[in-house]
Antibody, heavy 121, light 106 residues
Framework: QVQLVQSGAEVKKPGASVKVSCKASGYTFTSYYMHWVRQAPGQGLEWMGIINPSGGSTSYAQKFQGRVTLTRDTSTRTVYMELSSLRSEDTAVYYC??????????????WGQGTLVTVSS | DIQMTQSPSTLSASVGDRVTITCRASQSLSGWLAWYQQKPGKAPKLLIY???SLESGVPSRFSGSGSGTEFTLTISSLQPDDFATYYC????????FGPGTKVDIK
């Protein structure tokens, strides 16, 4: 079936990096843009960036420029989000989410289950 | 960056009530606005996209309207399953979420 399955929870120390994976199945991987969104405990949703799995082009929220990198591996149908220089404020659930419309940047419609990243010394 | 606001931040309502949530953007979105419902511990669920298009499988009591910088989400008759937090999201220029509106039981 159509789904996104994310990697498991991570615990990292301040200053480290984390790489979260999102494996897609059930649809043409290269046809739909993929977003990354995070949610700190008790807080709202925060958009981080988007990747076009077809060509690999990316756009990032200004807040995360220089610290986040989105990549994809078309052979394994997987998108990755790497966040560097982690601080305690990065403790959050990280979601990947696929667009509803193929070929354009549209609304996230299919969501992964979320990956909890905890940053603690 | 486009800034998003939502009002109210919390809304207390009863089953059967008509509920309206407003979302405002700092610049025109050309209709590129979505609404999501989120329950604790769950991923967001898309309700409305392109300001007024109902996502497949979403009950018809949910509707979206608006243009330019002001948009509304309306629940025509609130059901027990609708108590949740609602977010708007612009995707006209990159993307930004609103701060959310929590709908709780009166």
């Amino acid at each position: 079936q159509v789904q996104l399955v994310q990697s498991g929870a991570e615990v990292k120390k301040p200053g480290a990096s984390v790489k979260v994976s999102c494996k897609a199945s059930g649809y043409t991987f290269t046809s739909y843009y993929m977003h990354w969104v995070r949610q700190a405990p008790g807080q709202g949703l925060e958009w981080m960036g988007i990747i076009n799995p077809s060509g690999g082009s990316t756009s990032y929220a200004q807040k995360f420029q220089g610290r986040v990198t989105l990549t994809r591996d078309t052979s394994t149908r997987t998108v990755y989000m790497e966040l560097s220089s982690l601080r305690s404020e990065d403790t959050a659930v990280y979601y990947c989410a696929r667009d509803i419309d193929p070929g354009i940047d549209s609304a996230p419609h299919l969501w992964g289950q979320g990956t909890l990243v905890t940053v603690s010394s | 960056d486009i800034q998003m606001t939502q009002s109210p931040s919390t809304l207390s309502a009863s089953v059967g009530d008509r509920v309206t949530i407003t979302c405002r953007a700092s610049q025109s979105l050309s209709g590129w606005l979505a609404w999501y419902q989120q329950k604790p511990g769950k991923a967001p669920k898309l309700l409305i996209y392109k300001a007024s298009s109902l996502e497949s499988g979403v009950p018809s009591r949910f509707s979206g309207s608006g243009s330019g910088t002001e948009f509304t989400l309306t629940i025509s008759s609130l059901q027990p399953d609708d108590f949740a937090t609602y977010y708007c999201q612009q995707y006209n220029s990159y993307s930004t979420f609103g701060p959310g509106t929590k709908v709780d039981i009166k």
